[in-house]
């Protein structure tokens, strides 16, 4: 059975910094491609990041470059998001993803997480 619970959300002052985190298992992590997207109330869930199995390849949102960073960690099976110079405009709920291709993972990943709500306070 597969799960992806992210962790680490909640709330900071703009111009602040956090950094999520996505469990993984019930897949061979090492060997999927990681994203995250968000989604704040009113609109439609958005790619944010992501990294290729091995972690050589990254792609980011053109909006986020710059700000964000996902990384992962193949011997814990964790995928984290490190947000820093965060905008009130960042604030949504976040979800982890995950797919067996670096492109699909962009569009419509196979499995997702339940999210984390990241707030952030002008």
């Known amino acids: 059975q597969v799960q992806l619970v992210e962790s680490g959300g909640g709330l900071v002052q703009a111009g602040g910094s956090l950094r999520l985190s996505c469990a993984a298992s019930?897949?061979?992590?090492?060997?999927?491609?990681m994203g995250w997207f968000r989604q704040a109330p009113g609109k439609e869930r958005e790619f944010v990041a992501a990294i290729r199995w091995n972690g050589r390849w990254t792609y980011y949102a053109d909006s986020l470059k710059g700000r964000f960073t996902i990384s992962r960690d193949n011997a814990k099976n964790l995928v984290y998001l490190q947000m820093n110079s965060l905008k009130p405009e960042d604030a949504a709920v976040y979800y982890c993803?995950?797919?067996?291709?670096?492109?699909?993972?962009?569009?419509?990943?196979?499995?997702w997480g339940q999210g984390t709500q990241v707030t952030v306070s002008s």
């Open positions: 993803a995950a797919d067996g291709s670096e492109t699909t993972i962009r569009r419509m990943p196979r499995y």
């Open positions: 019930g897949f061979t992590f090492s060997s999927y491609a």
